[in-house]
């Protein structure tokens, strides 16, 4: 999975260069009012939904996605950046706050001032959209920005400063884009000294984000960090277990199971367990693997979710869909267990593949407590 274009890897003296740039850059950019920056990121916004076609096809050459899936990704990102656009000056706009009582005849205002140059690294699950939660806000707040995609999604990254520049050409520098590998975005994080950056907002692995702050604290820079989940469904007595069906297997299969705020995990009252676990073995057996959604991404990934259905199989779990035969890659097929036990992988550790664990409770307060 690649665009057939190479990318350079940049090393720690190029990311303090690219910061080194966007800061200049970032001088008549926090000058501008609220105004000014809400209508330029409108004008950005445009040009990105102009070429969602050409965004969409990058990302489906890096990642493996369906291009139907690809364009859902880049309208979830215009999404992003219209509400970073629209709302930043009603959220950080100048407003008074109480002066308090030793101060009762003064008047106190709260004001905000940009950061700085955010560097921002991004994940490969969605190289647009998620990252864009990060860079448009920052926009939005007057700073500037130097963008660290994936390696496995560095097109996308190059992509998306070039149509900045392109679309604002007298902020031309504001987005930077830096790729390479992991020694990339640990410079940008300043593991190889101080980079420059104001902040870093980073979306990925726990294991990684815990190098990303090790990094960060050395300098004392501020870090954002977005990691992944064993997200739950909970399904109670009077659920539309159609309407829960519906929503558990778009939530577990889609991006082939590859979202940390996907469903890994679901919790039925008993009384409805069987007939909600008959729904979604109905829906998932439905799909269409590499027409529904796509391949792992990250090959190696195989391997835990190889891991986590076996062991559930060998705890007493039965697999009501699916099962180790389902997951031939590139492309798995989607996979429905039920009665794992708590104390299994598959509901302990992220599995991050087209896996669901349907579990049964006495009722909601079990629920919740397992949920938690």
Not at 182 to 203: M, N, Q, R, Y
């Amino acid at each position: 999975m690649t665009t057939g274009t190479n990318h350079p890897a940049h090393t720690a003296e190029d990311v303090r260069a690219a910061v080194a740039r966007a800061r200049s850059a970032g001088r008549s950019w926090a000058a501008l009012g609220a105004r000014e920056r809400r209508a330029a990121l409108l004008r950005w916004k445009r040009a990105l939904a102009a070429r969602a076609d050409e965004f969409a096809q990058v990302i489906a050459s890096e990642t493996g996605k369906p291009v139907h899936d690809a364009r859902a990704v880049v309208l979830l990102t215009l999404v992003h950046l219209d509400w970073a656009a629209r709302n930043a000056r009603r959220v950080l706009g100048r407003r008074r706050v109480p002066s308090g009582l030793l101060s009762v005849h003064q008047r106190a205002t709260l004001a905000y001032r940009p950061l700085g140059v955010i560097g921002v690294i991004g994940p490969w699950n969605y190289p647009l959209y998620t990252p864009m939660g990060s860079i448009g806000y920052a926009l939005a707040a007057g700073n500037a920005v130097v963008f660290k995609p994936s390696e496995l999604t560095p097109g996308v990254g190059a992509l998306l400063a070039r149509s900045l520049g392109e679309a604002l050409p007298d902020h031309a520098d504001l987005l930077q884009a830096v790729t390479g590998p992991g020694s990339t975005g640990a410079a940008l994080a300043g593991a190889e000294g101080p980079s420059g950056v104001d902040k870093v907002a980073f979306t990925g692995s726990p294991g990684t984000a815990r190098k990303v702050a090790a990094a960060c604290a050395a300098t004392l820079t501020p870090l954002l960090a977005e990691c992944g989940g064993k997200d739950a469904v909970l399904v109670a007595a009077d659920a539309d277990l159609d309407a829960a069906a519906d929503a558990i297997v778009w939530g577990a299969m889609g991006n082939a199971g590859q979202t940390c705020a996907g469903v890994e995990r679901v919790y039925a009252v008993e009384s409805v367990h069987e007939a909600l676990c008959s729904r979604i073995v109905s829906r998932a057996r439905a799909l269409t693997p590499g027409e529904a959604y796509g391949p792992l991404t990250l090959s190696s990934q195989l391997d835990v979710v190889e891991r986590h259905v076996k062991q559930a199989l060998v705890d007493g779990a039965t697999a009501r869909l699916g099962g180790p035969d389902a997951l031939r890659a590139p492309v798995l097929g989607p996979v429905v267990l039920s009665g794992v036990p708590e104390d299994s992988p598959a509901v302990t550790e992220e599995t991050f593949g087209p896996v669901v664990v349907v579990n049964p409770v006495r009722d909601m307060d079990e629920a919740v407590e397992r949920g938690d």
